[in-house]
């Protein structure tokens, strides 16, 4: 029998035996070829195995799950805490001490999550240790080791990361912002909105703010705000973000809900922005090629609403955001074809955005010198002036 095939199928009986075969033996070789498999296997298939793995366990032979700590996969570290936390007792609890601290990096991982479980117990003497490894350039060692100090309530680690948010250095705000993410801060949303408006990072955090806050509950509590995250992720796709997110955020119901309920300018610009992104990703099947066919139906699907969609209705609307102080002028800036509106633009004090308005200007075939000469008067940075000079 091919315990991979088994371990993995729907029969049942085969793999029941395949999966008390690989923790009786223990058959490292077939866990190993698992984890090697892990971006090949969809995630039911990964949770059924999970779940497989945990039933096969008992008194008698949990331990031997150790030996599959060399090969580490996020798909199997949940299962693997629970497994020795259930049957291992203050014994394991030692024992992964001693991994956290001398084990390999694959079993570090398992170790942290392992100790993100373990709430009720002291573990003083390695927060420390677990604060050094919150750094680490290792995603999943960092990840693991914030789920702990957020299960324990660090508040050395929390508000050192709070301070990086004041950082001058963008890299080092970005950072603080996915520790406190993990960390589940979410008293830090505002401030960390705040920056995504200002950030060259922008599109990044926004990723990162739905892993903090649901974007229903976002749309609820703050809708402008919400639709300047979504703007932002639109904006990513597929370049920065991989299109399978999609199936993350439940657009599809929140863009029709947007067009038929709640169209604002801000919701006319996400739809705007979105129905041109859309129509991009089902005309370039590089974009999808490597996706499953549940995400291709949707993103098909959602393209299909935007024909629908009435572009003039939703170009009227982006008007009111083309004025300085507004979240989404750089976006607007992009769907008004109006001249006139956008040389309203030119005395801005904004140099980027000046920039950015006279590249506009540029691509339709309409800048002139006198829209030069004026924004150059509001513009200082020697770095812009010589672009626009140019231009």
């Known amino acids: 029998m091919d315990l991979f095939k088994a371990i993995t199928g729907k029969n049942p009986v085969e793999y029941e035996k395949a999966a008390h075969e690989l923790i009786n033996t223990p058959d490292v070789e077939l866990f190993k ?17 999970a779940k497989r793995i945990k039933q096969a366990c008992n008194k008698q032979n949990f331990k031997n799950i150790i030996e599959f700590t060399e090969f580490y996969s996020p798909s199997y570290d949940v299962i693997f805490a629970e497994i020795l936390i259930e049957f291992g007792g203050d014994e394991y609890f030692n024992r992964m001490k001693n991994l956290l601290i ?95 408006k200002k950030s060259s990072l922008s599109e990044n955090i926004a990723s990162e703010i739905l892993y903090l806050i649901d974007i229903n509950t976002l749309l609820e509590c703050d809708a402008d705000n919400a639709i300047l995250v979504l703007c932002n992720i639109i904006n990513a796709i597929p370049e920065i973000m991989h299109p399978i997110t999609i199936m993350d955020y439940n657009l599809l119901e929140i863009f029709e809900k947007l ?33 499953d066919k549940n995400t291709k139906e949707y993103i098909n699907t959602i393209n299909a609403f935007f024909r629908t969609v009435n572009d003039n209705k939703l170009n009227s609307l982006l008007y009111d955001e083309l004025y ?41 075939q309409v800048l002139s010198a006198s829209h030069k000469e004026l924004a150059l008067n509001h513009i200082t940075s020697d770095n812009i002036r010589q672009i626009v000079e140019v231009l």
Do not use: W
């Open 33 to 49: 070829k698992l984890v090697k498999q892990d971006d090949f296997l969809f995630d039911f298939v990964k949770n059924n195995v």
């Open 102 to 196: 001398n084990g390999s990096d694959s079993q570090k991982k398992y170790a942290l999550k392992y100790f993100s479980y373990i709430k009720d117990s002291n573990i003083d003497d390695i927060l420390p240790l677990i604060r050094e490894y919150s750094k680490s350039k290792d995603e999943y060692i960092a990840n693991n080791a914030i789920e702990v100090l957020s299960a324990f309530n660090d508040d050395v680690s929390k508000n050192e990361a709070l301070s990086a948010l004041d950082s001058d250095d963008e890299f080092e705000q970005y950072n603080a912002i996915k520790f406190l993410v993990t960390y589940g801060e979410t008293e830090a949303l505002n401030k960390i909105i705040e920056i995504m």
């Open 324 to 364: 300085e102080d507004s979240d989404f002028v750089f976006f607007a800036v992009d769907y008004v074809n109006d001249v006139e509106e956008l040389e309203t633009l030119l005395d801005s004090s904004n140099q980027t955005l000046l920039l950015k308005v006279l590249t506009r200007l540029k691509e339709k």
């Open 259 to 291: 067009y038929h309920e709640d169209l604002t300018s801000s919701s006319a610009l996400l739809l705007r922005m979105a129905k041109e992104k859309f129509n991009s990703l089902t005309e370039n099947e590089e974009y999808l090629f490597d996706c």
